[in-house]
């Protein structure tokens, strides 16, 4: 098994990259940090990379 | 999706948490990365290899509604944007055969010796945000699902009307691929049900499926929709109104409780049962089950790794008034895993879990931190030839499927200054911005123009890939052929496509006239003011203040606490004035925070980064002034209880007997012996919803609720009578609701068509209504009257002349975009959190407020703010100093002042202007241009309209 080891500082890690995971990681070096966006599946968007058109306002998802 | 541009962002997808070691400020991660088996830096995403694979796979992102290939991408903008293959269902790795990609793929990135990896990262916080679950099969199954093809769940009914769906968007039943004629939703599948253990509301579904149907009857107006429901919970901002026009394009909601769904003949038989006891049932050709969100399947897994606790439901347990900490310090939550939440919450919580994170490791920010940079900008040369690149995007079927875009795009060949143009399938995708700085280099194009979408949310991605390219970023044109095409024209194809062609010969004819703008920036003053000292501005100034920020609050009352004061206790049970204590003795305490009571804001000029305040502080009679330079404002100013002098057509007279909910809690947490009243009837939706005010207010069931369940929990024998519309305790205040139920609270629903009427006073007090399981109408003469009235914000129309920043119709702020930037109003540098926003419950307004603290500090944080170029721009020559522009001017941004030579000449202050254009378009002498917008751009624009080309 390969090993890689990070030491960076000031990095935060978001695990999860729907939505959520994304606007956190996103927020997150808008101030200023480094962030490591964990997601398990080979593409980041959740759900909502599955929705067709989202409420309130009906625009495309991503 | 710009998160996979950030060069801050590292993207480690096919990963596995394994675990998390440390304290606040300083952990260790151990991940393990699974192989992709295709080389991310050699892969093409050309699809090649998806065409040869030879084997079936079940395609879980059309919910298995199509089939794939183990070597696949789920779809064209997939983020990254690289092929991978399913180890689970692949030849070659599960038998050692086949290996059939590996020739087939021309740029020779497949790999199947990738082995899984281990990697370490070093961490100040963790930001958890893994969403939420599937319910159950065994839930679904009552309902025939598994069983007939034709019982769908809402997300894969999302998958049907979706363009890259199964189907390319159009509904069909599975069984024999028939256009359905009947389609039934059922609501609540897997939410309020103990059965499957999911007591909580699932709070997106009455609103998706609502959308859903909508859709479904754009696709197909004659398709009869029928929606059965308990309680029709479309409570956010504005939701109501969706729900409106459902009902007036014929969709029918039923209050119902579905028993079972059987097939029968060719269609699905749907039996259920109204309120009144009486069973009924009726054919549908297909049946979307409103699926609830449920907790990720490893929330338990993750928790332990973790080390924070689950709720009982295995959400993520969290606090009223710290909705985001979790049980572990440094370990922050947000999304769907919170609790089941829509897309607008989950991205409010996002940014504010953000600020919390940064505000705990402030001392190492910037210190990881990769500065982009680009290219060194190309200067075109005076008269350098005009070389436009055009790409016509299909945005899948989106505009593809109305827009005829391969002739769109050939219509441009041959254009004057088209040097090169092209379709792409998504053009907003990751590849598709590579090919864009290809084809600049290739072609030396010194002007794009891109024919797809809005350019609201998609121009900054296209000027970015300019930027990206080494062009200045203005010489851009994006012409919407989708809106203004595609969408509104979706039945007259060729008409969308002429009309295609003549936008884009419009913008390509602009095109040929724009010049490259200088992009400004101006530094930002380091201090932030909050408007308002009630629960948001104070937990708005705090985070601020934490993440090194000085603010001052300013309220015009005498001291913290706003609405919360009037509240006692909350429906979790908070002590409400205690915890509000202390947060605003930490807000006192703390030595980056001034708190100024008393005070009010009477002027504001300048722009973000740089605004200046006028504030009149009174004390007694006499009143003093000060000013405040600061950088950014946040506005917290509330609301307060609506009352209205009539409810739902009576006249009321507010009486010790007849009172609003909050009086009613004072009353309850009072010492007085007798303070829980006998008998009580409560009525819901007191001058909201099209009563009075013309919205939901969100959090007046929860408090009918809390305020039952405290008479009951004072003397069990009391009678208490609610009477409403739909019962909204959303989330887990469905417990509480339920356990009102339990608790012998009797609800009784009430339609606009048989409101309740009110008679008397004093001790004559009567309330009588329809009862829907007697049948019959009923009077009862209760101790007391609760009207459950609404929230009304505080003082936001002066507000919103002071600041320039619109109000709805309902006189709330309105903000910069509802779902993708829901705290930011659309002046720069102006923020909007809690009640002055829209009516919520606190919990909700605590997070708003953690998450404009987080916008907020980003200019703070960057000490600069970059100017839009676009701004307009005064020929001191042909200025007359007429001084028009500058009494028209909505943000003050033009001036008129002397010159050397002692002439008035206006100039314009290119920060606070916002380039509406209205100077220009008023100039009696045509001095003002408006960058990106001169008159020689629009003449050539409108003169390109009339020209027809001689191809047509
Ligand atoms: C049918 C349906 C329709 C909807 N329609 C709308 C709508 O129109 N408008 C709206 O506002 N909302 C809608 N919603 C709600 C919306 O989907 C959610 O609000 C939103 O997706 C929540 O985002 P999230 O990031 O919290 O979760 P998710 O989108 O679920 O993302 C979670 C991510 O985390 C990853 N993950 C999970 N566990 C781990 C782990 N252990 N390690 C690493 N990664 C992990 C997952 O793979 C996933 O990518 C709808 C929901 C449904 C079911
Ligand atoms: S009431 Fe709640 S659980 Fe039921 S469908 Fe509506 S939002 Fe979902």
Redesign the interface.
Known sequence: MGQAKETKSGAVMVVGGGVAGVQAALDLTELGYYVYLVEKSAAIGGAMAQLDKTFPTNDCSL | ????R?P??????????LALDGKPGN?T?K?RLRP?YIDAEKCTACGLCTRYCPRHLVDQ?N?GLAVTRPIH???P????ATY?IDPKSCLHLQHGTCQICVPVCRSKAIDFSQ??????????????????GRIGNDTLAKYSYGKHADVLTS?EF??L???S?PFE?EVKCLTDHRHPKKIAFIQCVGSRDLGCDNGYCSSVCC??A??EAL?AKEHDPEVEITIYYMDMRTQ????DA?RTKAEAKGIRFVRARVADVMPWHKQLKLTYSLLDGTHHFEGFDMVVLSVGLDAPADARH?ANI?GFELNNYDFCRTETFAPLLTTKPGVFV????QGPK???E??T???A???I??AL?KK???????VKSYPKERELAKDEEVRIGVFVCH?GI?IGSVVDVPLVEQYTEGMEGVVYHAQSLYS?SQDAQEVIKQKIKEHNLNRIVVAA??PR?HEPLFQETLKDAGLNRCLFEMVNIRDQCSWVHANEPAAATAKSKDLVRMGIAKARHIQPLPEQTVPVINRALVLGGGIAGMTAALNLAE?GFHTTIVEKGEGLGGHLQHLSYTLRGDNVVQQLKEVSDQVEKHKRIEVMTNTELAEISGFVGNFSSRLVIKKGKSAKESTLDHGVIIIATGGREHRPEKVLGNEIKYSARIVTQSELEKRLAGKAKDRAPASTVMIQCAGSRGDDLAYCSKVCCNHAVKNALKIKELDPAAQVVVLYRDMRTYGYAEDAYREAREKGVVFIPYGMEAKPKISGSGKSLKVTFHDPILREEVTMTPELLALSVGIVPEGTEEMSKLLKIPVNQDKFYLEA???LRPVELPVAGVYVCGLAHSPKPVDEIVVQAQAAA??A??PL??GCVTVEPTVSSVDKELCIGCGLCESLCPYQAIKVAKDESGKRKAETITASCKGCGICASHCPVFAISMGGFTDEQISAQIKAFGETSDKE
């Open positions: 999706m710009e998160a996979g950030s801050n962002i590292e993207i480690l997808s096919n990963a596995d948490l952990f991660a991940l992709r992102y919910e991408i789920d779809y903008q997939a983020v990254p991978f082995q899984p990896e281990e990697k370490e990262l070093k961490i100040g916080a963790v930001v958890m945000a893994p969403g939420f997300l999302e998958r009307l979706c363009a769906g968007g609103m998706y609502i959308k859709v956010g901002k504005d939701f969706a993750l973790a947000a999304g769907a895993f829509d897309i607008p989950s991205v919580q996002s940014s879990a953000a600020g994170a940064a490791i190492d920010r910037n210190k990881g931190y990769v945005c989106n907003c979408c809005s949310t993440q975009h509802v779902k987080a916008k500090a980003i944080v960057k």
